[in-house]
């Protein structure tokens, strides 16, 4: 794929930012052509040889329908995350480091959802705040805004999102608790009709006194 530059792509591991020069750069000890990346979110430049493009897997940021569905990711039912912490930062890691959008919003509501019920360690502060740095340099440059602007539209995205299924799911419980309710109310009427319950064990006891 060929990128020129001011073209606007993503480096799976640094992030979004633009492309400033196609130029000569010492790499290594070696001169080869590169493509020199302005990081939006750090302000890093990072470089990658034109021959690793593919092996680098920089791509184009995606068009602004791929972003919304994106960052609805933030208000969909989380999902449940390794109970070891090795494996869940592993996980978590490898979603920010997958380079798409979906996948790395699905690794910030995780994480926010979880710190919820469970105060987050180190490893998870590091990969959360990893993960919003690079999500937010996409929609920055997708939606033309600051990235500090990004990252608090994600931020609070997210928040909202566990916010919400938090109430979803206590009003389904809820609702699930008045539906047994009239089950026990019936129950009770239904032992209070003569015949039934105490009635019943009157009949008993004046059959053996008859006896």
Known sequence: ?????????????HGAGV?????????SGEICECVVIEIVVGKKRVMVPTESLLEAELRP????EDLDEALSELFKEPDELPKDWRRRIEKLKDRVHSGEPREVAKAIRDIIARSVLNKMNPSEKRVLNEAINVFAGEVALVRNIRSDSARELIKRSAQ??????????????ESDGVTGEPESTESAKEASKPGKGSGAAKSRKKSSVKK
Request: glycine fraction near 4%.
């Open 1 to 13: 794929m060929k990128y020129d530059i001011n073209g606007k792509v993503v480096d799976p591991i």
């Open 19 to 27: 492309i400033t020069e196609i130029s000569d750069q010492m790499v």
């Open 61 to 64: 940021v995606v068009s602004s």
């Open 160 to 173: 909202q999102g566990v916010q919400q299924n938090i109430e979803s799911n206590k009003s389904d419980q």
